[in-house]
């Protein structure tokens, strides 16, 4: 009996963690959404009225209590934060208005430049006094890359046909590319080897790695775990649980599948284009096109859900951040931009339509050529944290409840 | 010559149709013969007017109004010079008993006599002498934040008022203060202390005397004619009241070694640090070194029964206020909070708040396990925290919360080191030596602490609490203490902040004007507020057992060398313990005697033994258990017939005759009803209830003589709420009565 309670209380006695809170963490995470994150007194009110948390050392309360305390390496290893889909239930029912919702969601914009290589352009990215950098990049970049007799004439609104717009000579393909390809592949490599990072810390985490939730279908399986999560991602299972802005899950659903849409119409677009040789532009009932159309549409109504929700308050008690603006009106941006390059050039004031078809590009590069750093990168961290927890069996009773 | 007495029977409410009121009235007419015996339609406005009239056109001296209790009536509605008294024949009989039945009736005609008897026995009440000699000044004891507000609410009521403090200097612990907790809205920024203000006002208020660096030598007499003697300038006057505003002292926790206090140079206390960032920056005691990370361990030495066992209710806030101290020093530096419940009561959540929103401020609950020297710095250690792990913490300094203890003196213990003392010089022998010896060893710490020096036989100073805080009924009576005209304000009361203890002293100086005026027009202070009544003693037959002098709740009584005691009218708070003490007898009121009671006893009719109607005798504490029987009664709860209920001022003031009394007469049961007694007691009279109990030992032995059974007399503890509850032990008895049989006693 005697060495039996030894054995017990050598096993339960936990070890003595050096804590030194991090102040610039605090008033980072403060400055990105989670001003109001200093008010939670640990009442936990916002774990037990979560729905997407786990049962076993449930989020936000400890994310909370991490974060007043500066305790930055306990949440950037933390797969939790990502298991949040920010339904604000925390934030409504919070009796002091600490808001761990939005505490989340800004610990989660932190991550993109601690993550990402180089940080600087992440820092570029945290705050709106950087914004005219990081439009210039893209204007002085484009300018270089196009061709510079034709601005008189894109600029001076000629009438011409539809036929006779000829994108291709305003801005040449190949430089075109290189641009795009460069900045697109540059900051693709940095954020995979970002991701790599972020995997290895999520493996670092002491509360909630492996074994929290053991023996869930997915633990230690990759490909059932990845199976599982592109699952959960398509059908925003967990993002639909949320009862206080279950709106949010219809408009960001919008989004996301606008954004596929356009995306894969753009694929099979450059497919006819170089594969089979098919001449621009290409007509209205071609299958790029009805992708387009169809994703703008899903795009822009799930855009106007959510900034209209946002704009009126009725965001319950979260506040946007600018991250979470910028990402908004540079996709509004990008899909307005895009469709209206076509509406101008078959306007009959197709001139306009070169400065408008530049606009479009300046908007697609900062959606693009700065997604690891922006909050565009969250499905990149967001697929890597849902794949860890189900790979390590942290959500498994999640999984299991669901099922 | 016997006075004209009037009887009013009031046959409303009820009380007509439930008693036969014209055999109700042959009591009054027949049996006891009085000048006028009439009935009223009920006991509003108008009826009381119709027997005020009667009264001046009959001429009578003495009336009885059988009603209503006598809660429902206003005080003096009737002309001072007619006495009153009221039999209860609406809640204590119509509304708890059957209509129209034998036993009903028996017991309204037993109230009636008794009503009767009463105040045949009661005469006519004339303010105390004294009343007319009472000096108006209030003496202040201590010159910090309540003693300074005292003497300046007081002068602001026009009354002189002067103060005595031990320091060279007024202002006490707020002029020690960098900073004060916030005190008004928002509740959230530091304020200046501002004591240099009311100082100030305090020196050129011309109603106020100030003594510094003086403390008193003695203080005679009674309230409104202390006779007041100072240490060291030797000045001497007169005082009517004191306010005593002593504060409070830090308590020095030791056996806390784990925490590092005395061994480790960067552990202090919180009033070391409040020193410190008074005199400039805040640093390491070690080196010098600017303090960049400082932790606060709360509760150190509080709320745990090996050191303080109570909340100081300031140490939380006091942290924050110096939290906030660490960070206007350095943006960058950390103070870290440790608590077991972090208390900020009131308005001061707003600071809590406030302090909380502060990036550089970090809270947990936890428990500070140790605390070691870790290279030039300190490693605390933390476990149970809201992190959900142990933690360590590296800290340039370490604060330790500890609380407050109040400056008082324990009269009651000093008092009996005096005596001991003298006991032992008097070179007395036998058991009582180690006895007194014990005494002065458990109670040394005491000697050498007093701060009224009263000339009171039972000690120098008040008596306190188990905490050291004078006693007092801290919700009932806010200010009182056990000694009349002396009130305790601020942080020697209870432990409080400044802002508590400006309210605490203008609450104090209110009641020692208010105790003033009461005293000079010969009337009782709280809780028989204007009651005109004080004991008289027939010293001729005084034996010297000096039990009432021991008992009496409130050292009224000083004794002279033979052990006789000398009443202070002005210190008697007229709850009658002394009368109860007393085996002689000699202690009355003019409305409430010995001879009174038992003759009301007398005069309730007790059936023989084969009628098989039990009486049973209820001798009611006035304050709550009398009230829960009117409550019984207007829930419309019925109880035996068989009980008859006698209030008393308290059951400490129930003298042992009468419990005989009743016992000779034939009555099978005595309950007695009083307040719950012991640490948290609820008597009004302290320990009334408890002495009572103690008494029961004589009861017992007169049981015993008798050879009758100890359960026929009980003693209940109830509170006023408690009216379910008494009318469950009213049954209890009756069926204990009955399972014991008949009082054999009846008849002879």
Redesign the interface.
Known sequence: MTTELTTDAATTA????????D?DF??EV?AAGGDTL??C??CATCSVVCSLTPDE?PFPR?EM??A????KDKLISDPDVWLCHQCNDCSVYCP?GAKPGDTLAAVRNYMFKTFTFPSFIGTWLSSPKYLPLVFAVPIILLLIACNMGMIPEAAGHGKLLASQVHFEEFLPHKNLYFVFITATHLAGLFLVIGLVKFWKVLGTST?TGAGSNPGGPTQGNIGASVVATIKEIITHAQFKKCQESNHRYLGHLGIMYGFLLLAIGTAIEIFMLYALGTKLPLPQLSLPKILGHLGFVALVAGLIIVIARRLSGKENVSKSSYQDWYLLLVLLAVAITGQLVEFVRYSGYAGMAYSVYFVHLVFVFALIGYFPYSKFAHMFYRFVAILHSKYTGRDASVAQAAA | MASKIGVYICVGYGIGEAVNIEELSKVATSEYKVDVCKTVPSCEAEDIEFIKKDIAEQELEKVVIAGPSPRFYQPKTFPPNVIVEYVNLREQVAWCQPSHEEDTQMMANDYLRMGIVKIQKTQPLDPFPESKDINKTVLVVGGGIAGLTAALETAAAGYDSVIVEKAPQLGGWMAKLKKSIPRSAPYEALEDPGIEEKIKQVRQNPKIKVHTSTEIAKIKGAPGMFDVELKGNGAAFRVGAIVQATGWKPYQPKNLNHLGLGNLADVITGVEMEEMAKAGSIKRKSDGKEAKSVVFVQCAGSRDKNHLSYCSSICCLNSLKQAAYVREQDGDAKAYIIYENLRAPGHYEYFYKKMQQDPGVFMTKGEVTGVKQNGGSLAVDVKDTLLGEDISIEADLVVLATGMVPQSADGERIRAIIDARKFLASGEGGPQVDIMKKRIEEFGHHEGTEILNLDYRQGPDMPTLQYGYPDSHFICFPYETRRTGIYAAGAVRAPMDGLGSIEDATGAAFKAIQCLEMLSRGEAVLPRTSDLSYPEFFLQRCTQCKRCTEECPFGTLNEDEKGTPQPNPTRCRRCGICLGACPERIINFKNYSVDMIASMIKAVEVPDEFEEKPRVLILACENDAYPAFDTAGFKRLQYSPFVRIIPVRCLGSVNVIWINEALAKGFDGVMLFGCKYGDDYQCHFIKGSELMNTRGDNVREKLKQMALENERVQLFQVQITDYEKILSLVGEFMETIEQIGMNPFKGM
């Open positions: 936990t070890k003595t963690v050096k804590v030194n809170p102040l605090i008033r403060m200093k008010k007194f640990q050392r400890k209590i991490w007043s305390w500066g305790l002091r509360q």
